[in-house]
């Protein structure tokens, strides 16, 4: 019983790079959403998904794409990686658009912008 | 514009003892409240949640109160338990909005022998 898988869980890029971080869910869920976690700030919402196919701007989506082409997967892509985009990227899902189901998380991807 | 404010960065506990977190929340339109718990290189895990039309929820050792008057909630912990020791983020949520959280800054907990 997986949940949240995210891989991978440690990159390190240099600035301008880009890359791929890939979320998988084996919940069956709707709904995925991509948040970083910086030191002093919690967790921010990057991006999200209400369903395969169908993608939204979170608080902090500049420098971020996405893609959710099957229900279990959820794609965050970097462009061209900038240094202040090191952090803790973590990604999450849950059943229902009902605020009352608890996301479930992954163990998050650590990536460093050198 | 922090919507979800957890203003004590840490706490220390005496095993066996009560612990009391707190968290504040700007946005009325917040209809639904979460406590989740997260260790050192793990994801977040849910402890607990409240909906705004209650004031209490109980779940063994782990009770949520909600004050909508004063926009706070509190999570307290009895006893507390070394195993407790962990990052404590508080979140929220409006209704129709995606399920969408928004979290606090987060408060660490340590609770000593």
């Known amino acids: 019983n997986a949940g949240v898988t995210q891989t991978p869980k440690f990159r390190v890029l240099k600035t301008g790079q880009s890359m791929t971080l890939l979320c998988a869910q084996d919940?069956?869920?709707?709904?995925m959403y991509w948040y970083r976690q910086d030191p002093g700030m919690g967790l921010r919402l990057i991006h999200y998904?209400?369903?395969?196919?169908?993608?939204a701007k979170g608080e902090v989506p500049d420098g971020y794409n996405v893609s959710r082409l099957k229900k279990q997967n959820f794609l965050l892509g970097l462009e061209s990686a900038a240094p202040s985009q090191t952090s803790v990227y973590f990604c999450?899902?849950?059943?229902?658009?009902?605020?009352?189901?608890?996301?479930?998380f992954g163990d998050g991807t650590r990536l460093s912008i050198l | 514009d922090q919507q979800v404010k957890q203003n004590s960065p840490s706490l220390s506990v005496q095993e066996g003892r009560i612990s009391i977190l707190n968290c504040d929340y700007t946005?009325?339109?917040?209809?639904?409240f979460l406590w989740y718990k997260k260790y050192p290189a793990e994801g977040p895990t849910f402890l607990i949640s409240?909906?705004?039309?209650?004031d209490k929820n109980e779940d063994g050792r782990f009770t949520v109160f909600l004050n909508k008057s004063a926009k706070h909630l509190s999570l307290h912990i009895v006893p507390s338990q070394p195993g407790d020791s962990a990052v404590y983020f508080c979140?929220?949520?409006?209704?129709?909005?995606?399920?969408?959280?928004?979290f606090g800054t987060g408060t660490r907990l340590q609770v000593t022998l």
């Open positions: 999450a899902s849950c059943w229902t658009r009902m605020s009352n189901q608890p996301q479930h």
């Open positions: 979140a929220a949520s409006g209704s129709g909005t995606a399920s969408k959280l928004t």
């Open positions: 409240i909906s705004s039309i209650k």
């Open positions: 946005n009325s339109m917040f209809d639904y």
């Open positions: 919940m069956n869920h709707e709904y």
């Open positions: 998904s209400v369903g395969e196919g169908t993608t």
